[in-house]
């Protein structure tokens, strides 16, 4: 990281020991991982002592296995194919083609990014922006000579705050309107104005916080030439397999199924073509382990008491302070254990007929995981992407924005959802 926080290459897992006083060993090891490394192994071993000693019992360890398998496929096969993808200049292409629109204007170029991931978001949900997005701003930031924490930062955070319209936006989403028995139509009317809210205070914590000329420091850029992939055809397969996964979700595809058939198109591709890129590597050990732990972990803490924690945060209030108060348990929650648990474990303790209060939780869960690495699929995929980027982020000044932003939305939220009532 330099002097000013911004992020720095990062090429390792960790920092490296001085020549001759490398740690050996097992230990040595562990001190060299990176710190979400850590994280992740710490949560397989205590999910693996959950179940292997009772705490969780068996049949619900194998059901908590069965319902995060298609997670896990769409996690792995996602991240394979964000890879290859960018291996092939797919990103490169489209950020360029992103520059060039906005015609050597930063605020054009700050609303242009905000509406593609906004709308990416939206249409889609949140997991492709994380995926998809993130290497195409990261890439825009490479060539256009930017630092890449603006870019990459208005794509986690819209890829979180802007998942409230539409059920297919987040699977939160769809859980809460089932909840309350409301079809696609209804449940946007009701989340238009807090979608609304959340994404003007995204962007303007963005703005004044990372995009705004003191921050960036020139007025305009020179839009790059466009950018020529190395290999024709395999920037094709590429994109195809791009499409052929937006496709899938707007099919209603599951979207591991969806995620699995378009990596398996391009590498099929690969295959033929450029079969050296093809490395175990491209598989997210990590993140797999670490969502497979955190499920396993959370499902245990459930069933020992954080049901009734939730209960006695949420509280028996109803009207505008009980709507805060549950946007704020979601918010907090989701950065504590994971946006998804979060919700189910308040919509477990939330009456069946308490509608307001059950939206502002699902308000605090979208708009609230911004501060810790696991609060939302979408922020863990976001930074594996970073970091197959090369771009480190700085965590203390990533967890001071992120708890402001999450604050911010969250009450302007929930504030805009008690006006529609």
Do not use: K
Request: net charge positive.
């Amino acid at each position: 990281m330099d002097p000013d926080g911004e992020p720095t290459a990062h090429t390792g897992d960790g920092p490296a020991a001085p020549a001759g006083h490398a740690p050996r060993g097992l230990l040595g090891r562990l001190r060299r991982l990176h710190p979400l490394d850590r994280v992740a192994l710490a949560l397989a071993v205590l999910g693996a002592a959950c179940a292997l000693t009772g705490l969780l019992p068996r049949a619900e360890t194998v059901a908590t296995l069965g319902r995060i398998l298609p997670l896990l496929l769409f996690l792995g096969t996602v991240v394979v194919l964000a890879e290859l993808t960018a291996v092939a200049g797919v990103f490169d292409v489209l950020a360029g083609r992103l520059a060039r629109a906005a015609r050597g204007s930063f605020p054009a170029l700050f609303v242009l990014c905000v509406g593609f991931a906004s709308v990416t978001t939206i249409a889609l949900n949140l997991d492709t922006t994380a995926v998809l997005l993130t290497p195409v701003l990261l890439a825009l930031a490479r060539r256009l000579g930017m630092p890449p924490l603006p870019l990459a930062l208005t794509t986690v955070w819209l890829a979180n705050t802007a998942s409230l319209l539409l059920p297919v936006s987040n699977l939160t989403n769809l859980l809460a309107a089932d909840r309350i028995d409301l079809d696609p139509l209804s449940y946007a009317a009701r989340m238009a104005l807090p979608q609304a809210a959340t994404i003007a205070a995204t962007m303007a914590l963005l703005w004044f916080g990372y995009w705004r000329r003191g921050r960036r420091g020139v007025d305009r850029f020179v839009a790059p030439t466009p950018h020529v992939p190395a290999d024709r055809v395999l920037y094709r397969i590429a994109l195809v397999g791009c499409l052929l996964l937006v496709a899938g979700i707007l099919a209603g595809v599951e979207v591991g199924i969806a995620s699995a058939a378009a990596a398996g198109l391009v590498l099929a591709g690969f295959a033929a073509r450029h079969r050296a890129a093809l490395r175990p590597a491209l598989v997210p050990w990590r993140l797999l382990v670490f969502v497979t732990g955190l499920f396993l972990v959370v499902q245990t803490l459930g069933r020992h008491g954080l049901d009734d924690v939730v209960g006695v945060l949420l509280g028996p209030d109803g009207g505008a302070l009980g709507a805060l108060r549950a946007g704020g348990t979601g918010a907090l929650l989701s950065n504590v254990v994971n946006n998804l648990p979060a919700y189910v474990a308040g919509e477990a303790v939330l009456p069946p007929g308490d509608g307001t209060r059950l939206l502002a939780l699902l308000i605090g869960t979208n708009a609230g995981p911004l501060v810790t690495p696991w609060a939302s699929l979408a922020t863990l995929l976001w930074y594996e992407r970073c970091r197959a980027a090369g771009v480190a982020v700085p965590l203390g000044r990533f967890l001071a924005a992120g708890a402001l932003l999450a604050v911010g939305a969250t009450a302007a939220g929930v504030g805009a959802l008690l006006l529609t009532r």
